[in-house]
Nanobody, 113 residues
Framework: QVQLVESGGGLVQAGGSLRLSCAASGRTFSRADMGWFRQAPGKERQAVAAISWSGGTYYADAVKGRFTISRDNTKNTLQMYSLKPEDTAVYYC?????????WGQGTQVTVSS
């Protein structure tokens, strides 16, 4: 059974940094795409960043130049710099393998102004 465990959320002042990690277990992830989504109160869940099994990356326009995603076969990391209050949300780790999406439980990121 696939399990995704997130860590690294918290409270930070605007301009600060946080690093989110997602540890994956339960199967082989060498061909999995990994990423992060976020959901702010009253808003839909939206993609933040993703990295394919071959290393290709995607970033939402709102985070380009500030966030960096990296991975190995059992973990992916989202390094967040220059955080803004509008980055406040619950961040969810996502892994897609063989057409199936798996989700972490979510970790809260709060950026104070």
């Amino acid at each position: 059974q696939v399990q995704l465990v997130e860590s690294g959320g918290g409270l930070v002042q605007a301009g600060g940094s946080l690093r989110l990690s997602c540890a994956a277990s339960g199967r082989t992830f060498s061909r999995a795409d990994m990423g992060w989504f976020r959901q702010a109160p009253g808003k839909e869940r939206q993609a933040v960043a993703a990295i394919s099994w071959s290393g290709g990356t995607y970033y939402a326009d709102a985070v380009k130049g500030r966030f960096t995603i990296s991975r190995d076969n059992t973990k992916n990391t989202l390094q967040m710099y220059s955080l803004k209050p509008e980055d406040t949300a619950v961040y969810y780790c996502n892994v897609r393998v063989s057409g199936t999406d798996y989700w972490g439980q979510g970790t809260q990121v709060t950026v104070s102004s």
